[in-house]
């Protein structure tokens, strides 16, 4: 609400030291219209990220993730995975063809079921074995 994903770039390439939480719910909910979830997308805000910290930021992420409701003025709630129209293989692909690394936290209402459910999303797109 403070600002675009731009805007925050910049406030925390403003402060030394300072990288942003990326919340990719409230990036697809910001414009209202269903728009940022699609891989190409994704990849141009980790293109954007890369570019404003540098290739070694993105191996320390700090990410909040959920499904989330929307309206024409952005987000409502959170939601479940399952009932959120959130294409998080799309996403999911994005970061592991960037190489990313770090942490996402969950924000689900149903954040343990949830939780476990980005970490089978995750192996899926990355080939990883538990």
Known sequence: MLGSFEDTLEMS?????????????????????GTINTYDEWSILLKM??????KKALKRLHIH????????KGEKNHLALDKSDLKLNFLFRALKD????????CESPIMEEDALNMKKAWMKVSGERE
């Open 13 to 33: 390439r403003a402060i030394e030291g300072v990288e942003p939480c990326i919340d990719f719910a409230h990036l697809h909910a910001r414009p209202g219209d």
């Open 49 to 54: 990220y890369q570019k404003a910290f540098g």
């Open 65 to 72: 993730l959920s499904g989330i409701e929307y309206g024409p």
């Open 98 to 105: 960037f190489n990313c690394a770090g942490r996402i936290l």
